[in-house]
């Protein structure tokens, strides 16, 4: 989603330092995606968890 445009985008604008910024850019824009998207999938699992009214149980081994 970001790596190929930022990859062909940043070298054309600013050399061959872009190619280290543009791996920069693609770290910071995937945290920024998905810190939000797993905060959402927490509240969604903490109130499937206190909707039930019991705590999750842990998988046994067979």
């Given at each position: 989603?970001?790596?190929?445009?930022?990859m062909w985008l940043l070298p054309k604008i600013a050399g061959v330092s872009?190619?280290?910024w543009a791996n920069a850019a693609?770290?910071?824009a995937?945290?920024?995606?998905?810190?939000p998207?797993?905060?959402r999938?927490?509240?969604r699992l903490d109130g499937r968890g206190a909707?039930?009214?019991a705590p999750l149980r842990e998988?046994?081994?067979g």
């Open positions: 989603m970001f790596y190929l445009p930022l872009g190619v280290f693609i770290d910071i995937l945290f920024v995606l998905v810190i998207l797993v905060g999938e927490f509240r909707e039930a009214g998988a046994t081994a």
